[in-house]
Every structure is written in C-alpha cells, then in structure tokens.
C-alpha cells in the first residue's frame, strides 16, 4: 500500500544522514557532508560508513541504526548496486525522505531496480527525491545538502531542476549574479517526487517570490498544469525548457528518459497556465532576480526616463516587444517634465533629458515620473557623456533605487566605457537591476508585467459541457467490437450530434430512390459519399461527389459512386450513400483535440487549408478550456484579423468558434479512449449565422483504457 507523507520535511528535517559519507575529500560523500556542515544547518547531522571514526568535527556512525535523534532525510551517496540495501536501512530507521545522489537507474535503463526502491519506499512511508541528483537546498533549515561549490545566498527565488550538472553549476552562477535562494532542489528521474508536488509546497512558502524551473520533459503534464494555474496567482513562476529544436527535444528525451512533448504545445500550455518561459538561461536568471525585488505594479504604464535619444527609441521598440505600455497623456508629460529638462529636451515618452543633463537633472526627472499618480513604473536609461560625476551618479541610482524599491518598479539600463561598467558591476552585486543592454532591461519588465496581468486576472472555471458521455463510450464500444480503431462518418456524426455540433443536413440512402428523395428533402445542391467500413480514403476511390444540383444527377452520381468504389476494392460492404447539404462557403477553420503524450487532453485550434499545412498557424491548450482561454486561442493565430473581417468583409462567428472548442475540450477530457477528433474544416459564417462541422474524424484507443 502507497503512504504519503507530504514534502515538509524535506525542507524543514529534524534530522540529516548521509549515506555513503567519506573521509576522502574527492568524493561526492565528503562534499555534501562539508557542505551541510558549512550552510550552519542546525538539526542532527549523521555520517554514516562502516569505517566509522570523524569527518569535520562530526562524529561518523557505523550505521543508520546506531543514529538515536530523528533521521527525516537520508541522503544516499553510495554505488547503484547497494542503495536498494542502503533503502532498508532507513525504511527500519523511520527516514521519511530519500534524497538519492546515485546514477544508474531510469536514466540508463535501469527502470525495474528503480520502481523496486519506489514501490518498497512507499511500503515503507517513504518518499523519494531523485536518483540522479545533486541534492536539496532550504533556506529556512539553512541547509545546503547537495554536492555543489557551496556558498549559496539565502533569498526569495526558488529553483526546481531537473538537469543535474546545470542545476550544480547554478549554485555558482546565482552566487555571482548575488540572487539570493529559498530552494533549490533536483529532481532528475523523477521516480516518485516531481515539479508539481514541490510547486505545491513552494507556493504556500513565505520566503519564496519567485520560482525558477528548468525542465527537459514533462511526466503528468495534467498535474502540473492543475498546479501551475493555481501557483502562478500567488508567485512568478519562471520555466526555461531545453529541447525546443527536434534534436534537442531527441537529446533531453535520452537525457533523463522523459517525453519532451512538442515544443509549441508546452509554450502554449505554459501560457494558458500563466508561466513565463524564458528563451535562454541568462534571461531566467535575469527575470528571477528582477521579480523576486520588484513590487507589484499598481497600473500599467511605463516612464522612459533617457539622457539619449536614440536609446530612448531602441528602448521604445523593446517596450513593443515586451508588451510594456507606454504612459500616453501627452499634457501631464509636458506638465511633470517641463521643470526638470531643458528647453530643448522632449518630455513626450520617452523623456529625453539630452545629453546636456546632470546626474542631479536625471534624479529629478526619476523623482518626477515615481512620484506621479499613474507613472506606474520607470525604465532609466543612461548614455555616458562627460557631464556626470560617475561615482555621485552611481550613489544617485542607488538612492532612487532603494527610495522607490517597494513603491514603483525601475529598472537601469546603462551604456558607455569602462566606468560604466563599474557601476553596472558594482551596483548589480548589491541587487539593483541594472543592464548593459536595454532589451535585457526592458525584458525584465516585460515579465514583471506579464507576471502582474495574470496575478490580477480573475480565475475561470472551465466549460464543462454536460453531454451523455455513455453514448459516446456506446458508439467506440460497438466500433472497437468490429476491430476498428477509427469512427465512419456517420458514427462521427452521431457523435458530434451529441455534442450538440451544427452540422450539414445528412440522410443515407440505401437506393437511387432514397438518394433522390434525401436531396429534395434537404435541396440542392448536395455533396454524396460512399457509407463503407471498407472504404477510409473516400476520394481516392472516387467515393464522393460534390456539387450536385438536380435529381438527374443525383441519380448519375449514385450510379458512378458505386461503380467506382466496387471497382477500387471489390469485396467492399457499401451500406449507401450518403446524401449531405452541401455546405455555402465560409472561412475555414480546423479544431482538433487530443491525449498528448506530456500533457493529456488537449485542443488545437487553427485557420485551415494552408494556414494550418504551410503556416503552422495553430494553437493549443490544456483541456479543459474555460470559454476565456479558448476565445484567447481564436484571437491567438496569426491570422485572426480574418475572422475578424478584411477589405469590408464582416466579422465572423467567432462566439460558435469558441463554443465548439470548449465541447470538442470536454469530450477529450471525459472520454480518454478518443485520442483524436479534428473537425476539419469547421466552416465559420458572418457573426450570427453560426458554424458548421463540414467533417469530423474521430480516432480511439483500440484496447479501452484501465481505469
Ligand atoms: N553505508 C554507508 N556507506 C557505505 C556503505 C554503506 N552500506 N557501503 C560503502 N559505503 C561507503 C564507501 O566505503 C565509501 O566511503 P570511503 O570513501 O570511506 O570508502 C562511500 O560509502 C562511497 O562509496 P564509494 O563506493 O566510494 O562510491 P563513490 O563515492 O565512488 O560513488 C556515487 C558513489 C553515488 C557518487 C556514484 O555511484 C554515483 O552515482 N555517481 C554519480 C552521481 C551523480 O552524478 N548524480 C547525479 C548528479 S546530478
């Protein structure tokens, strides 16, 4: 039976072991014991090598039962072959978490002796963390039990790898950019303990603001993006993924032996949970360390404070990009500025101070703009010119910086020679965000305010469309009994009628007779298709007929459809004909949803023909989707503006779009035998007239999932 104790103490233990301590000071053993001896944790700490004797002024137990004080974390450093024994030892012992340093398991192949220490730790009311890992850092224990360089800062940014030798290289790398750690912990194999059940924690944990996760593959996706929805409205959460080409996806897959997913698929979902992924290690740090200072913005507008004004423009665009808004009221500008700046300067955003301004001119100015009600956050750049005194100037950043730092976001951008350089370095390592490069700084706040526009928006629940989900598992029921692992057209279309899905007007007919009554039931024109298990690709056995406008060739095309189709496969069972309202022409779309392998269900939504082939103009989400998310996907692709209307066209239905996303999301979610529907083309008229689900094609796992 699986027990579960929750993660607490594996940031808060009473007690240590290291399993596999060492006197020799080249093994990974002697490191971690070092380490957490020097980060001054201060509950027991115990040694353990059959050697016994001292390490460190600590006394070296022979064994884990020789230990008296509680052991709530057993960190395991020995070889693969003996951790499973190493295990026993602290189940008999009452360890409540392993954290495992040893390689050799999953990661190479290894799975069975993996799930064997899994399923005897959870026998045992153990959890595991790793194998394959670094180990685990808590600020609130002050405990550093990894076998990194050391020196870590304690601070508000949590940090959740699942890379071994990055994550250790962190260590060092956050030491020098002085962004100071509430966590940080390595997950690697993942065997038991995840992402999502740290998140958990972390986001009920005071010291952490913001939470940096480097990921390379993603186990039960579903979970996750649960967690990251509600975490994201609490703190910033950070990702930075590997594998976003096709070979880095191949390389992080054989890295720790997870799915990566494809990449367009995580970027959305991250989106959809409010996560802010960043391109490259250097702009996650760089974003961590922002956000875990800067307060949260009280309105949306920016102040582009510059003493040059070609910077002044360069950080315009990188506002554009990052989606920082620009403060507009051109009279209040005039009004705030004008005192501060010479005759000649600009006060319209940006406020160009020219490169006549004193340090004291531009204090003025970040005074003005941090001051003002509705400057809602400053971005101060700095052209070197030889009128500033580069040591008042720099004293001057600091003294804004920390007189605004709880009120109004700023951030520093600087550029010249040497001396700037100085400031930049100085002024960074005592944690006010100053940047060589304007995009580097804009960026910053570019998250700061994506960050800020989630925690403010208002939960949605998601749509749940209540549709008879048994008749549905009734229809693959009988389709599965007959070997198939696809719906026919008419199968699909029951289903789709039981979403509730505005289709054609359809009727089979067995006969000429029946065919032509059908179409003067439904009028001209009709589109006819072959009804055959036997017969899949319809077209290519010239099985459809398009276009017909009258009984006579209504008749013709029963007669040529039949031909055809026993010419193409002669032992083919034909239950008819399928006569079909020929749909009017409209705007294509394509909606699609199915079980990924990373993150569960999921819907797709795109424009179609070419914009989906070609343009891989398509996005998705996790499902299922409130009515807000799948409006944001419609509003998402590149070529929304024609949904919206061009050259005097009128706005189409995007309201029966986002209705149809939001059934085709909820019949993924509750019915998991389907692994894909796709809708294609979902035909989209003028606002008001509504949609119509052309084709649908529905695909189903040929053995039932196991509930
Ligand atoms: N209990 C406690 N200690 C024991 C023991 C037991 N049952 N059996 C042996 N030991 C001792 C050993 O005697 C040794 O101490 P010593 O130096 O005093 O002799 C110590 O444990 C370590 O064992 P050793 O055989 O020397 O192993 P190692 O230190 O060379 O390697 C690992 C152990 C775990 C580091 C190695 O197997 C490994 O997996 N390395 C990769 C780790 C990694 O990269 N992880 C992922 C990081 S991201």
């Known amino acids: 039976m699986r027990t579960k104790t929750d993660v607490d103490s594996l940031f808060e233990p009473r007690g240590v072991a290291v399993v596999g ?10 490191r971690i014991v070092e380490n957490i001896v020097k980060s001054g944790y201060n509950g027991g700490i115990y040694p353990i090598n059959p050697k016994g004797g001292e390490i460190l002024g600590q006394k070296m137990y022979e064994s884990l039962s020789a230990v008296e004080g509680p052991v709530d974390i057993a960190v395991i450093s020995v070889p693969e072959k003996i951790v499973f024994d190493a295990v026993k030892d602290c189940a008999d012992k009452g360890v409540k978490h392993l954290v495992i340093i040893t390689s050799g398991f999953s990661e190479v192949g290894n799975v069975e002796e993996e799930q064997r220490i899994v399923d005897f730790a959870h026998d045992h009311g153990m959890r595991v963390l790793g194998p394959n890992i670094f180990g685990i850092y808590s600020a609130s224990a002050s405990l550093d039990a990894t076998f990194g360089p050391g020196g870590i800062l304690s601070g508000h940014v949590a940090i959740i790898s699942q890379s071994g030798a990055l994550g250790v290289a962190m260590i060092g790398k956050t030491a020098a950019e002085s962004i100071g750690l509430s966590a940080l912990v390595s997950v690697g194999n993942k065997s038991d303990i995840d992402e999502t059940e740290l998140l958990e924690y972390l986001a009920q944990d005071d010291a ?72 490259s290690l250097q702009e996650a740090f760089d974003w961590a360390r922002f956000l875990a200072d800067a307060p949260v913005p009280k309105g949306k507008y920016g102040v582009i404070v510059t003493n040059g004004g070609g910077i002044g423009v360069l950080a315009t665009d990188a506002c554009e990009k990052y989606d920082v808004a620009l403060y507009d009221d051109q009279k209040t500008l005039k009004e705030t500025f004008s005192p501060v700046m010479p005759d000649f300067g600009s006060s319209k955003n940006p406020v160009d101070l020219t490169g006549q301004a004193t340090a004291e001119d531009y204090a003025k100015a970040l005074d003005a703009t941090l001051e003002k009600e509705g400057m809602d956050a400053a971005i101060a750049l700095y052209c070197e010119t030889a009128l500033f005194d580069v040591n008042k100037f720099k004293e001057i950043l600091r003294r804004e910086y920390e007189h605004y730092r709880g009120r109004k976001p700023i951030i520093f951008a600087l550029f010249g020679g040497d001396k700037v350089d100085h400031i930049i370095d100085t002024l960074g390592k005592d944690g006010v965000p100053v940047f060589a490069s304007v995009y580097e700084a804009v960026s910053c706040m570019g998250a700061l305010y994506r960050s800020w526009r989630n925690l403010r928006e208002q939960p949605e629940e998601p749509e749940l469309y209540d549709f008879d989900a048994d008749a549905v598992n009734g229809i693959i029921e009988k389709a599965r009994q007959q070997g198939r692992g696809f719906l026919l057209a008419d199968e699909a279309q029951q289903v789709a009628s039981i979403l509730g899905l505005p289709m054609p007007r359809s009727i089979v007919a067995g006969s000429i007779q029946e065919a032509v009554d059908a179409a003067e039931e439904i009028g001209y024109p009709v589109v006819m298709k072959v009804v055959s298990k036997d017969i899949v690709h319809k077209s290519d056995a010239g099985g459809v007929a398009l276009d017909l406008d009258n009984k006579k060739e209504v008749v013709d095309a029963y007669q040529a459809i039949l031909r055809s189709c026993r010419a193409y496969k002669k032992d083919a069972v034909i239950k008819g004909v399928e006569v079909v309202e020929m749909a009017p022409p409209g705007v294509e779309t394509i909606i699609g949803a199915r079980q990924d392998g990373a993150f569960g269900p999921i819907v797709m939504f795109g424009l179609g023909g070419i914009y989906v082939e070609v343009m891989k103009d398509v996005t998705f989400r996790a499902a299922p989707v409130s009515r807000r998310e799948a409006q944001s996907m419609v509003s998402e692709i590149r070529s929304y503006p024609l949904l ?27 019915c998991r035998d389907i692994t894909d529907v796709e809708i294609n083309p979902l035909v989209v008229y003028d606002r008001g007239e509504g949609v119509k689900a052309v084709d649908v094609r529905i695909l189903f796992k040929k053995r039932p999932e196991v509930k």
């Open 644 to 670: 919206l209307g061009v050259r005097g066209e009128k706005r189409k239905d995007i309201d029966e779009i986002v209705t149809v996303a939001t059934r085709l999301s909820s019949l993924i979610h509750r």
């Open 208 to 279: 952490t603001r913001v939470i940096l996760i480097y990921i390379e593959g993603v186990k039960h996706g579903e979970r996750l993006v649960e967690t990251l929805k509600k975490v994201t409205r609490e703190k910033h959460v950070v990702v930075i993924k590997s594998g976003r080409s096709k070979r880095g996806a191949m390389a992080a897959a054989s890295h720790t032996g997870s799915l990566a997913g494809t990449d367009e698929i995580f970027d959305n979902v991250m989106r959809q949970c409010g996560v802010l992924r960043a391109e």
């Open 21 to 30: 301590a060492s006197h020799n000071e080249a093994k990974i053993g002697y």
